[in-house]
């Protein structure tokens, strides 16, 4: 039979049909392996020569012409179908549709969002920074020496290129916090800026309600002229403000970081409570985060004269917040993909 043939023979047979069974029936016979063209195809090489390039282009032509015609025939079954089905009796156009799910943010992209917005209204930049980060600055460039306890394997994930997970010699570590993004702003900007970086962090942690593997922190850092501790608490305030929508007492506690000096624990006095609860564990107030005036290594190690400039830093753990501000009393929820959960915000 001709390609000619065969192409009559199909599209009388498409135009037959009545559904999408003997609509897939007939593109089985002629399309998949084993079918009419592909056996014309392989009935190429035993042609003589001056016959191939005919047939060759026979048999596309003829794929070709199958393929628009099933595709042609499908939606005049699937407008028929359609037609049938408003002309129905039993139709009724006023009845209303199903609702569609709606997704959410997640309560860590709503909190990092709403506190990029108060800074960024407050002139910080928004900054990121690699995952898979260089030991460089995770620790040498944040004035972490060797022997500090960070750097036990039991503490940090270490990205080996050997394979061995017993192997902490290599650069790369998962960041353990999101600092290492100060000493990468400081190769980046010219002082005096303020920048702010959200993200993941990594710590090699037993997971349990109050600890994850996974967690996320927001990094703030300002490197200027004369920046003293006053600037740190103004700006806390400033934020906390934001956040809350009323002023918030704050206090320092002396607190030892290695990439600042000096070093605090900041706190806020509890905006839950007027004499203890839950969230503060009875003691109104509620540890926010480790903050301080940058180290003078840590300038150094960014490129900037310490004699001239200098900054401080503050810490947020994001994750911490969310719990605060939702009640939330398991850490897992947050990078558990529990529908239920994330339904809730």
Same mark, same amino acid.
């Given at each position: 039979m001709d390609?000619e043939?065969h192409?009559?023979?199909v599209?009388?047979? @498409?135009? *037959?049909?009545?559904d999408?069974d003997?609509?897939?029936?007939i *593109? ?12 014309l195809?392989?009935? @190429? #090489?035993?042609?003589?020569p ?5 047939a060759?282009?026979?048999?596309n ?14 939606a005049?079954?699937?407008?028929a ?6 002309a129905a ?5 006023? /009845?209303?549709a199903r ?17 990029? *917005? ?18 460089h600055y995770?620790?040498e460039?944040l004035?972490i020496?060797?022997d500090h306890?960070a750097r036990?394997? $039991?503490?940090?994930?270490f990205?080996?290129a ?17 600092? #290492? ?17 959200p ?7 037993t ?5 994850e593997?996974?967690f ?10 004369? /920046?003293?501790?006053?600037?740190? /608490?103004g ?6 403000? *934001?956040?809350?929508e009323?002023?918030?007492?704050v206090?320092l506690?002396p607190g030892?970081f ?23 564990? $009875?003691?109104?107030? @509620? ?8 180290? #003078?290594?840590?300038?150094r ?27 939330l009393?398991? @850490? ?14």
């Amino acid at each position: 039979m001709d390609i000619e043939a065969h192409e009559r023979t199909v599209r009388s047979r @498409i135009a *037959e049909a009545t559904d999408a069974d003997a609509l897939r029936a007939i *593109e089985r016979e002629y399309l998949e392996k084993g079918g009419v063209v592909a056996d014309l195809l392989a009935s @190429i #090489p035993t042609l003589p020569p001056t016959e191939r390039k005919a047939a060759g282009q026979g048999a596309n032509a003829l794929k070709r012409a199958v393929t628009e015609a099933l595709e042609s025939r499908r939606a005049a079954l699937d407008g028929a179908q359609l037609e049938a089905e408003l002309a129905a009796p039993d139709f009724d156009p006023t /009845i209303p549709a199903r609702p569609l799910d709606a997704g959410s943010l997640h309560p860590i992209t709503q909190a990092a969002r709403r506190l990029e *917005e108060i800074f960024s209204s407050m002139g910080y930049h928004v900054l990121d920074g690699p995952e898979v980060e260089l030991d460089h600055y995770n620790f040498e460039a944040l004035n972490i020496p060797k022997d500090h306890p960070a750097r036990d394997m $039991q503490d940090t994930f270490f990205v080996s290129a050997s394979g061995d997970r017993s192997d902490t010699s290599g650069a790369l570590v998962m960041r353990t916090h999101t600092s #290492p993004v100060q000493v990468r702003a400081m190769e980046r900007l010219e002082p005096p800026f303020r920048a702010i970086a959200p993200g993941r962090v990594f710590r090699q942690e037993t997971t349990d309600a109050t600890h994850e593997h996974t967690f996320h922190q927001m990094e703030g850092l300002v490197v200027g002229d004369g /920046i003293s501790v006053a600037h740190l /608490i103004g700006t806390m305030k400033t934020f906390l403000r *934001e956040v809350f929508e009323r002023d918030l007492d704050v206090r320092l506690r002396p607190g030892y970081f290695p990439f600042v000096e000096p070093g605090f624990e900041l706190d806020a006095r509890c905006p839950f409570c007027e004499s203890g609860c839950r969230v503060c564990k $009875q003691s109104r107030w @509620i540890e926010l985060c480790p903050c301080g005036l940058v180290h #003078p290594n840590v300038l150094r190690a960014g490129g900037i004269d310490p004699e001239r400039y200098s900054g401080f830093a503050f810490g947020l753990g994001l994750s911490r917040l969310v719990m605060l501000r939702y009640g939330l009393d398991d @850490i897992r929820h947050l990078m558990g993909a529990d529908v239920r959960f994330l339904e809730q915000f």
